[in-house]
């Protein structure tokens, strides 16, 4: 096992290398720059002397190879840069975001789950009743609705007509993340009721839920013993897929409910062509990525013992 | 076995941190329903009874927009500096944008390159600290040190000091010194009790920062010790709020007293009671520049069918909802030099058709657009979408061309400069601030010079560049805005530059709130005026 880990982990070297020089390359296909981007926004007109000055205290005068190895030299020193736009540090800059993205995507996944396997069982085993129609839905319904629409419904009803909730995020303590979270709970909700309805519905047609019925064993516990565990497959599988996006950010649901989180900062670091930042994030979700599914992987092997670690690298 | 074991642990767990999540919920529901006072801050909840407490919203304050801080002395951040009271300049803009004393009393021009300023007596700093001119210098010559656009702008050789009296003498005539002094960037601050590493900074005015977070905003006390008046407000929380819909939402759930960059969509939202709305039109303007490298675009003929067949009244009435007024010139109607001085190609479709086929372009095959040679006479529009006026301008214009017989291609991306670059555009329309301090010759110098980097188009008019010239060597105000009048209208005489609207810009009030009142040059926000009741 601690083999199999610390060779995912050695695994990230190359990935992040890789990643961060295709994200670097594509940054700079555009012929503006950060530079340029500083001007416009700032709505000043700087002359080209100015400009070259700039460029060279930032960097951007040397050419795109030299970029990366002076960044990836630096990262390697512990040192992610300066902003470009805040002139701050990437490091405590980045760090700072990640504690609100961290509790909005637990909190997010909690409901979720909290809200999808009561749903998805019940729905599965009253199937083609009233309501497994009404579940599916609102599942349809949920999975339709884009987040900027369910954020403002859910603003407007909870925050503007009852006063129950702040519209503005997180400075009021629980009641802050409560419309965030849900707005992201909804749409994830949706997806997981309708997978583990199908998963519950193929598991209850297999021959060891008609065997466990045959010999008199009672319907909720061949339900929650043997059918439930056998569906926590499907359910890690999409837990570790949310995962990953969800501690990525969620822009648009930052920016709505002036969240301030990775996501948020990860856009406005795109638009504003921060590389330092833009970087961090990538070396962020790349890390985030591989060690979710390590996890994932990890948690299978409990789950089910015949899916053995390191299997496809034998 | 094993297996049940796991089953009944998660089990266990699940049903726990279930039944601990739906406690925490019930529990902030009953409270939220118990506090669902105005406010929805704990922070500011608890002190009602005791504070007069002012909640803002701003889309203004972030490190995007260069105001990453309060420091004058770091890019923009003066903006933020000024407009939350924190800071003050030695001259302020009345409503007409003409300059008036603010921290200094007087100012006199020695001679061409020699300007003393005398300091009003009785200010002091939050820091405690007198105002005097030792102090001015100090900061000023910090200024030029750190911020290229103030140095530039003020070219300052050697500043003396002697009690209040400040003597400023600079390397070339700066006829607009006192304009430029007069920027956000010209805001006077302590530098004895220097610059936090938050970029917080002691001023002169009737608020004082305590907690500076970029991006998320910034929180302000009365300055007990206001050199000109009591300011009413005891905590001011200004709130960076980026999207426009949640800062419109945020106003209408009372989290917010006071709003600057609202959507023109949500206006009518909060136009009744118990809302206000201050608006004012500001110099930051809209307008198309020409290429003349197109050459379709190099007959005056076409350049003025084209002026005069866009429709800024509907434009900024319709599609802007009244949040503009439809422009002559750079300038708006409030500036001595402004749009009531000069005139601009009247809209007038049959006069457009006539000048088009004056020079040839005419509907021969009848598709609807005029043609000439066999080509059709079609415009590429270029334009970027983060000004919300400027999509909309453009399909206001593709609609007006195309009664006259253009087809207008509208290009409207973020990548703008790219398109720039590559000169595959005909017409760029975009927005600029052309008279940030009062001062007209900004305008001239960025854009329509040979020398100026805003020359996107190749713009170049002989008689203009030599007004240009008598321009930076006049310190007369009145030469000044006779020499912009007559430079304007050379600007709308050839038809270079077409100019659509001017920003409206508003400040929504929220309920018992008084003295939030926008101002022309946009950067005086919070006063001591400032109230709630």
Redesign the interface.
């Given at each position: 096992m601690k083999r199999y880990i610390l060779n995912r982990i050695i695994q990230l070297i190359p990935i992040l290398v890789g990643i961060t020089l295709f994200s670097f390359l594509l940054m700079n296909i555009?012929?503006?720059d950060a530079v340029?981007v500083?001007e416009?926004?700032?709505?000043?007109?700087?002359?080209?002397l100015?400009k070259s000055?700039l460029r060279a205290e930032l960097g951007l005068d040397k050419s795109l190879m030299e970029q990366y190895v002076v960044w990836l030299s630096n990262v390697l020193r512990g040192n992610m840069g300066t902003?470009f736009?805040?002139?701050?540090p990437v490091m405590p800059m980045f760090l700072s975001k990640l504690p609100a993205t961290i509790y909005l995507a637990f909190t997010s996944i909690?409901?979720t789950?909290?809200i999808s396997i009561p749903m998805g069982i019940f729905a599965a085993v009253k199937q083609n009743k009233f309501s497994d129609y009404l579940i599916r839905f609102l599942c349809f319904s949920g999975n339709a609705l884009p987040n900027f629409f369910v954020s403002?419904l859910l603003?407007?009803f909870f925050?503007?007509k009852l006063?129950?909730?702040?519209?503005?995020g997180n400075?009021?303590?629980?009641?802050s993340v409560?419309l965030p979270a849900l707005t992201l709970t909804i749409a994830m909700a949706s997806k997981y009721t309708r997978m583990i309805r199908t998963t519950v519905l193929e598991e209850l047609n297999k021959d060891y839920v008609q065997g466990a019925r045959a010999r008199g064993i009672h319907e909720r516990k061949i339900l929650?013993?043997s059918v439930?565990?056998a569906s926590m497959l499907t359910i890690v599988t999409l837990v570790g897929l949310s995962m990953g996006s969800l501690l990525g950010g969620t822009a648009i649901v930052e920016?709505?409910?002036?969240w301030?989180g990775a996501g948020k900062m990860a856009i406005?670091a795109i638009?504003?062509r921060d590389y330092p930042v833009i970087q961090a994030y990538v070396i962020w979700m790349a890390i985030i990525y591989i060690m979710i599914n390590l996890f994932t992987d990890i948690i299978y092997h409990?789950l089910d013992p015949r899916i053995r670690l390191g299997q496809e690298h034998e | 076995m094993k297996?049940?074991h796991?089953?009944k642990r998660v089990?266990t767990v699940?049903l726990a941190?279930?039944s601990i999540?739906l406690l925490?919920?019930g529990c902030?529901?009953s409270?939220?329903?118990g506090n669902?006072s105005e406010n929805?801050?704990?922070?500011v909840d608890t002190k009602i009874a005791e504070e007069k407490i002012f909640t803002y919203g701003d889309t203004t304050f972030?490190?995007?927009?260069?105001e990453?801080n309060v420091n004058p002395h770091n890019?923009?951040a003066g903006w933020a500096c000024i407009r939350y009271g924190i800071g003050e300049t030695l001259f302020k803009y009345s409503d007409t944008m003409a300059l008036e004393p603010w921290l200094a009393t007087e100012y006199k021009n020695v001679d061409e390159n020699t300007w003393m300023i005398t300091l009003k007596d009785d200010v002091t700093f939050s820091s405690g600290r007198k105002l005097d001119a030792a102090a001015v210098k100090a900061c000023i010559e910090d200024l030029v040190a750190v911020h290229?656009?103030a140095s530039?702008d003020l070219k300052i050789q050697e500043i003396i000091a002697d009690g209040q009296v400040l003597t400023i003498k600079t390397t070339s005539p700066v006829p607009a010194l006192m304009n430029y002094l007069s920027d956000p960037y010209g805001c006077i601050i302590d530098m004895e009790a220097g610059i936090t590493e938050d970029g917080n900074v002691s001023g002169t005015g009737p608020y004082i920062a305590t907690k500076v977070e970029?991006?998320?905003g910034v929180t302000l006390i009365k300055n007990k010790n206001y050199w000109n008046g009591t300011p009413k407000l005891d905590t001011i929380y200004v709130?960076?709020?980026?999207?426009g819909?949640?800062l419109t939402?945020?106003m209408?759930?009372?989290?917010l007293d006071g709003a600057y960059g609202l959507p023109y969509a949500s206006l009518p939202l909060l136009s009744n009671e118990p809302y206000s709305i201050s608006s004012v039109a500001t110099s930051r303007s809209f307008f198309g520049q020409i290429n003349y490298k197109t050459e379709a675009l190099q007959d005056a003929n076409v350049r003025a069918a084209i002026a005069g067949a866009i429709d800024k009244e509907s434009f900024t009435k319709v599609l802007l909802n009244g949040n503009g007024t439809a422009a002559v010139g750079p300038f708006p109607a409030s500036f001595a030099f402004g749009d009531s001085t000069v005139k601009a190609q009247p809209y007038d479709l049959e006069a457009s058709k006539d000048l088009l086929s004056k020079s040839g372009w005419t509907d021969t095959d009848g598709d609807g657009y005029v043609d000439k040679n066999g080509e059709k006479l079609t415009i590429r529009w270029l334009t970027y979408p983060s000004r919300q006026e400027l999509p909309l301008l453009a399909e206001s214009v593709q609609a007006s061309m195309k009664k006259i017989g253009i087809d207008v291609v509208v290009n409207c991306t973020?990548?703008s400069?790219?398109v720039l670059?590559?000169g595959d555009w005909d017409i760029y329309a975009s927005a600029?601030?052309c008279a940030?301090t009062g001062d007209p010759e900004y305008f001239f110098t960025?854009h329509c010079l040979d020398t100026?980097?805003?020359n996107r188009g190749g713009y170049h008019n002989d008689e203009l560049e030599a007004l240009e010239k008598q321009m930076s060597l006049s310190f007369d105000d009145a030469e000044r805005e006779r020499l912009a009048t007559q430079m304007t209208q050379i600007l709308l005489d050839d038809n270079g530059f077409i100019f659509a609207s001017h920003l409206k810009m508003s400040i929504v009030s929220g309920k018992g709130v008084t003295g939030l009142v926008a101002h022309p040059c946009d950067y005086y926000v919070i006063t001591a005026d400032l109230d709630k009741n």
């Open positions: 555009g012929s503006t340029d500083i416009s926004n700032t709505g000043g007109a700087m002359s080209a100015e000055q902003s736009i805040s002139s701050k909690l409901l789950l909290m403002l603003i407007y925050a503007i006063k129950l909730f702040p519209v503005m400075n009021a303590g629980f009641k409560i929650f013993f439930l565990k920016s709505i409910f002036m301030d406005d638009i504003m409990y | 297996s049940k796991l089953l089990s699940l941190v279930v999540a925490v919920v902030s529901s409270e939220a329903k669902s929805q801050t704990g922070e972030n490190a995007e927009n260069d990453a890019g923009y290229k656009r530039g970029t991006d998320k709130k960076t709020i980026s999207n819909d949640t939402m945020a209408q759930s009372g989290e973020a990548n400069k790219d670059t590559s600029f601030v940030p960025t100026s980097t805003k």
